[in-house]
DNA sequence: ATGAAAGCGCTAACAT
DNA sequence: ATGTTAGCGCTTTCAT
């Protein structure tokens, strides 16, 4: 005895509420807001909507509210493992409060950034992410008057389009530098992959500080085309061997190329951390237990993406709510590759 | 005063048509279909629509037409690494057909799954993509009758419920058991992270494959509850090595798992590959630049992404095309790691 | 607590 | 090649 459904075969709010005895728009509260329907009536829509298996209609509740439920996420890259940590934060937050992610790849463009940005905001965002600060005027401007919340990712600055949340990444590039003179190396290296401007800024911070050391040679800086990887780490590795054969450490821009690094380092017979100290950016999982354990710069990652998605709700939930930009801390994870003499403690997790 | 109707101050698509001379549906097509609309007409339409900075509200573009451009991926997890290469396949197909990608997240529960796909199915998706062959039977029912075309990816099987590409998983880890029994190694465990029905039949392929052998011991299988990680495959190493000292191999169940499995055994100072070899399962990028680089079975994750995306794609050109079940080949990637004697060659890439 | 009417902004279907 | 008409399915506004 089922209803007939209508002519695009969809089941319908009005069905859903012809079936429960009930007008439309008591169907739409009952699912937006079911405190405002008395118990007995809510409990024969609900009924009525699982007999005829009635789904909504995003696109309609969309537009007639002009709201949809998707939070669209820009990153420079999906293939990069680093994002992987704040996605995850993102998709766990959203998905206690009911958001829909949508994640785009800018390929490190501005302009495809741009044209990423125009087609959210054909969706009408709940909320919008970007990472970094370099966006160009034109994807500024967009964003400066979007209709809804935005917040920066990963790096923080001047100038906040609207919310921020990431870290200092001249400071971490310097936090590891000092770290590195500290344990004694005096010929230290930095290795990168293809540029971006997070790269470009850790790699100033290691080289101011290097220089108030009088440490800082520009020929041990290394910077690849390549996309980042184990392999592009040992073939830098020895290319940095290459230019100055007595290099005692390197800093590494990201834990890819740290632990190509020390394989390399491994097949040279050249030990680690007496001869040669490595360290790392970010400190993913795999840092403690390698042989030895690596050192590396812990970024919080994954607070990122949690940080983010909680301010969109908080925005959604008080439009007029300010929120000041967020610097996370950095710190780092000291292990093995990096202490010379005795030292070293870092338990793994 | 008349009822004042809601006011959005959204630039619509009557505002470009006015400014331009046409009517809407000029506008429409001159977006949509630009070929029949005469490029005089279409000059105008565009500069209108500069002008004014017309940005099309894909909400009431869905709902007129019946149809977005957003196809819903769902994976057991986001921050596995493994579905990296097939995210990466997914968003470039995606990019050339101008669609819209969408994930979310089972987390591994076939309710999770179901509870996603509903909130996909209500956004009128474009397409659907969903991981594995082990849909609860309500969402095989919902994905049967789904108003787009549906993928299975990752894993091949009976019952299609409408385009699938993968690959044997059984035949992956027999593929593996017999390599390391070829190589010489008798006492061969495995090593597996949280099961998931991938895993389960990657080990009953290897399990087979050593029974007919007569290799196998089921003391030598140790599956963790916990996430794949390199620091657990480091703890299951030495927990296989307990069970039996005289293990002499191992196949894991992912290359994380083996990366931790080579560092243990440095710690151990067990001699890879003479002692004790090692046989991943993915073949990431690194595994050829450990030291002993490591073998691994190579799966063909983006093309896995890719031939999804293009299937979806062709049947939205043709939805009468029928596709069989693409099953893609997987091969062995021999390194070091299971070399007892010289041999083993694999060029780095 | 519930309902009626009026759109949200666009496109399908049918004109011309 | 372009226009007219009539919704798509829902939520807002205003009323009871």
Chains 1, 2 share one sequence.
Do not use: W
């Not at 009635?54 to 293939?79: K, W």
């Amino acid at each position: 005895m089922t209803k007939r459904p209508r002519s695009t075969g969809r089941t319908t709010i009005a069905d859903v509420a012809a079936r429960a005895g009930v007008s439309a728009i008591t169907v739409s509260r009952a699912l937006r807001t079911p405190d405002r329907v008395q118990a007995a009536t809510r409990a024969r829509v609900e009924e009525a909507i699982r007999e005829l298996d009635y789904l909504p209609d995003a696109a309609a509740s969309t537009l007639a509210s002009r709201n949809s439920n998707v939070v669209g996420v820009i990153l420079p890259s999906v293939t990069n493992k680093v994002f992987l940590g704040t996605l995850r934060g993102i998709y766990d937050v959203a998905e206690e409060g009911g958001l829909q992610v949508q994640i785009s790849n800018s390929r490190y463009s501005q302009d495809e950034e741009e044209r990423l940005l125009r087609i959210f905001l054909s969706q009408r965002p709940a909320g919008l992410i970007v990472t970094g600060i370099d966006q160009s005027e034109a994807t500024r401007k967009l964003l400066r008057s979007a209709p809804c919340p935005v917040v920066q990712i990963t790096e923080t600055g001047p100038d906040p389009l609207d919310m921020m949340v990431g870290f200092d990444h001249a400071a971490a590039g310097a936090l590891a530098a000092r770290h590195l003179a500290e344990q004694g190396y005096r010929r230290i290296g930095f290795l990168g992959a293809r540029q971006d401007p997070r790269s470009v800024r850790r790699q100033s911070g290691f080289r101011d500080s290097l220089e108030q050391l009088g440490l800082f040679d520009p020929a041990r800086v290394l910077f690849s085309p390549d996309q980042s990887s184990v392999g592009l780490g040992s073939r830098q590795l020895l290319d940095l061997l290459r230019v100055d054969p007595k290099a005692d450490a390197v800093l590494c821009n990201n834990d890819d190329l740290a632990l190509g690094a020390l394989f390399a380092c491994q097949r040279q017979g050249l030990d680690v951390p007496n001869r040669f100290g490595i360290c790392g950016f970010n400190d993913v999982e795999f840092m403690a237990f390698t042989s030895p354990s690596l050192t590396s710069v812990r970024t919080p990652r994954r607070q990122i993406g949690i940080r983010a998605m909680r301010l969109i709700m908080a925005r959604i939930d008080d439009p007029a709510a300010v929120f000041a930009p967020e610097h996370l801390a950095v710190e780092l994870s000291q292990r093995r590759s990096t202490g010379r003499d005795e030292d070293a403690t870092s338990t793994p997790g």
